[in-house]
């Protein structure tokens, strides 16, 4: 709240001019100062697979001038992938939600753990929207909502919003083609050590070097192809 000084000076003609020193008359000057004490500021929980940002911004534009001071868009990427497109899509959200009765302002943290940048760039009083659809690991190979597990861990009172996220889906193909790859990644692993050991054992000198220096090749490429294929 700021306050200033405002100077009242009678009119030159008036009765009271003559009277010294100024009266000075205290004055608060605030925007709505009482509607915006009872406002709160939110943190808006954006993942990179957002879907429709232009739907999304309006929701947050209809949520925000009713009841926030200030909007905090809090993205998680976990990958230079999603790191790329999120700060891209950060930047659209932004523009679109600038000049409007709140204010805005948004940051994308890398890493894995929602509750660590929520605990970094949040107060305890701030209201925490989280959507429906992202689950998180508990326990094992058990997943949880999100929600859920904010509202255990976090003291800031949760939100829940949904729409806007593509839903998590089981994929049998995707466990079974990450399976896939390790197994032949082990696989190879263990055909090129066993090659290395019987040339260790079998030949020496500048004909087993070079023999040798060719398995390493072999295997620094085909690893690097069966990765592209099923990484």
């Not at 899509?89 to 523009?95: C, P, Q, V």
């Not at 326990?139 to 904010?150: G, I, K, S």
């Given at each position: ?10 009119a030159a003609d008036s009765a009271v001019s ?203 490429i085909l690893i690097y192809c069966w990765s592209?294929?099923?990484?």
């Amino acid at each position: 709240m700021i306050t200033t000084s405002k100077i009242s000076i009678p009119a030159a003609d008036s009765a009271v001019s003559n009277f010294l020193p100024l009266q000075v008359e205290k004055k608060t000057v605030s925007n709505s100062a009482l509607i915006l004490q009872k406002k709160d500021n939110v943190i808006f929980l954006v993942p990179p697979q957002i879907q429709d940002v232009t739907s999304f911004c309006s929701f947050v534009k209809k949520t925000a001038e009713k009841t926030a001071l200030s909007v905090f868009l809090l993205m998680l990427a976990s990958n230079y992938e999603e790191e790329a497109s999120g700060h891209m899509k950060l930047i659209l959200m932004t523009s679109a939600l600038t000049g409007y009765s709140f204010q805005i302002d948004s940051q994308l943290v890398l890493g894995n753990s929602w509750i660590d940048a929520i605990h970094k760039y949040s107060h305890p009083d701030d209201v925490v929207f989280c959507p429906k659809e992202i689950q998180v690991a508990s326990y094992f190979f058990f997943r949880e909502p999100l929600a859920d597990q904010l509202i255990r861990k976090i003291p800031n009172s949760v939100q829940i919003y949904s729409e806007f996220v593509r839903p998590h889906s089981f994929s049998v193909w995707k466990i079974g083609r990450q399976m896939l790859y390790w197994i032949g990644l082990l696989l190879l692993l263990a055909g090129f050590l066993k090659a290395e050991g019987i040339i260790s054992d079998n030949l020496s000198g500048a004909m087993g070097s070079v023999i040798m220096f060719l398995i390493v090749a072999g295997e620094i490429i085909l690893i690097y192809c069966w990765s592209l294929f099923l990484g």
